[in-house]
T-cell receptor, first 117, second 112 residues
């Protein structure tokens, strides 16, 4: 069965400094992995997705993530945090049936990113 | 292109009542999934519909049900509401299983 673990429930950075949100995954096959962001009282917005193409994935708003199979990790990074980045971030894996994606997403517990001025 | 639309945005019900939530997917998307989000349990998968058929189901009791119409719009119904059903219910749509899911802003359901 697939699963994701977000290693930090809360991360605090200063504006203009780098962001690192950590995620480890477990999957029998090569997974489809995603990062979503949720601002207060809003739905989830897709930041980026990994689907077995390039291991370094670039997303929106300057975020990127690197898929490392040897470490079963998919950490999210951004070189310089902005106040508007303050939100909750979810690492997500697509549930598989055999080696095929199903319509079910499995979410990590979320990381709250605080950005201090 | 309009995004995923969920109605209503907020809903207050009492224990024992039933409720129906609506989701209109992005035009052309045939897969619609539903998720429950609570502070304690996080985001949990309820079910997924594709071309009016339920393809996947999560581990929720039978009080939670759904359906999808021929225009891909979907509804979920919760009967005999319990206090623990208070949550944000999110709907997501996608073209197919190999494409990312796009989420609506959710319906916040409060049970008194």
């Amino acid at each position: 069965a697939q699963s994701v673990t977000q290693l930090d429930s809360h991360v605090s950075v200063s504006e203009g400094t780098p962001v690192l949100l950590r995620c480890n995954y477990s999957s029998s096959y090569s997974p489809s992995l995603f990062w979503y962001v949720q601002h207060p009282n809003k739905g989830l917005q897709l930041l980026l997705k990994y689907t077995s193409a390039a291991t370094l994935v670039k997303g929106i708003n300057g975020f990127e993530a690197e898929f490392k199979k040897s470490e079963t990790s998919f950490h999210l990074t951004k070189p310089s945090a902005h106040m508007s980045d303050a939100a909750e971030y979810f690492c997500v894996v697509s549930s598989l049936h055999g080696s095929s994606n199903t319509g079910k997403l499995i979410f990590g517990q979320g990381t709250t990113l605080q950005v201090k001025p | 292109k309009a995004g995923v639309t969920q109605t209503p945005r907020y809903l207050i019900k009492t224990r024992g009542q039933q409720v129906t939530l609506s989701c209109s997917p992005i035009s052309g998307h045939r897969s619609v999934s539903w998720y429950q989000q609570t502070p304690g349990q996080g985001l949990q998968f309820l079910f997924e519909y594709f071309s009016e058929t339920q393809r996947n189901k999560g581990n929720f009791p039978g009080r939670f049900s759904g359906r999808q119409f021929s225009n891909s719009r979907s509804e979920m119904n919760v009967s005999t509401l319990e206090l623990g059903d208070s949550a944000l219910y999110l709907c997501a749509s996608s073209l197919d299983n190999n494409q990312p899911q796009h989420f609506g802003d959710g319906t916040r359901l409060s049970i008194l």
